[in-house]
């Protein structure tokens, strides 16, 4: 499990699997025996990890403020991208047949959902979002993350997240000033170059195997 979930961190759920096996002294007939698929193994390797999010959730719909529930609850699941390449692959992309994974999504369609519908009837967000905006964009952002991280300091995500949040406020709440700093002209080539279709994939053969059954993220 260590094994798995070092070389996720390092590569993304995409990593070779044969690099696994190697990591962890075993052979690629041992690791398929006990993970017959990909999804298996990630949702061994990820199952307690994501356990935090959706507490977070359940926070938010605590709260007497629906915004204030909302934005704290965005600021936890983006720390949760921030973690490593293999949650953030996890949280932003579609990995059929991970059980805890679609418990995880479902869970934050419903928070997003919730805090919306309240966050609208309090004045605290634009009459106009939908659910559907707002995943679809945090989803984008959040692939962002691991570049940005790596390029300006693990904590850069939080001013995207914060300009990105300030589009959604009511016109009665009012501008506020972005956490951080911007990016400069290196910086955000660093970032676009991290972001470009250089990642390891796994290949036919010994590096995708029986376990990777078709199940790696599109």
Not at 53 to 78: P, S
Not at 93 to 98: E, N, Q
Not at 128 to 142: H, I, M, R, Y
Not at 151 to 178: I, M, N, S, T, Y
């Amino acid at each position: 499990m260590e094994a798995a979930h070092a070389v996720f961190a390092e590569q993304g759920l995409e990593a070779p699997l044969d690099v696994i096996a190697r990591r962890a002294g075993v052979g690629n007939a041992t690791l398929y025996r006990h993970f017959p698929t990909r999804a298996a193994l990630v949702d061994a390797v990820f199952r307690g990890q994501l356990t935090g999010t959706m507490q977070a959730g359940e926070r938010a719909r605590r709260a007497a403020d629906a915004w204030a529930g909302l934005a704290d609850y965005l600021d936890a699941v983006f720390a949760t991208l921030a973690a490593d390449r293999g949650t953030n692959d996890l949280m932003t992309t579609r990995l059929p047949d991970v059980e805890t994974l679609d418990a995880v999504h479902a869970h934050n369609r419903e928070t997003v959902d919730v805090l919306l519908e309240r966050a609208r009837a309090q004045g605290g967000v634009r009459a106009d979002v939908t659910t559907e905006d707002l995943l679809f964009a945090l989803a984008a952002l959040g692939r962002a993350v691991p570049p940005l991280a790596a390029a300006a300091g693990p904590d850069a995500w939080r001013r995207p997240l914060a300009l990105f949040l300030e589009g959604l406020r009511g016109p009665a709440a009012g501008p506020r000033p972005l956490p951080g700093r911007p990016l400069d002209q290196e910086e955000l080539g660093r970032v676009l170059g991290e972001m470009g279709p250089h990642r390891t994939r796994p290949t036919d053969g010994s590096t995708g195997g029986a376990a990777a059954g078709g199940t790696a993220p599109a």
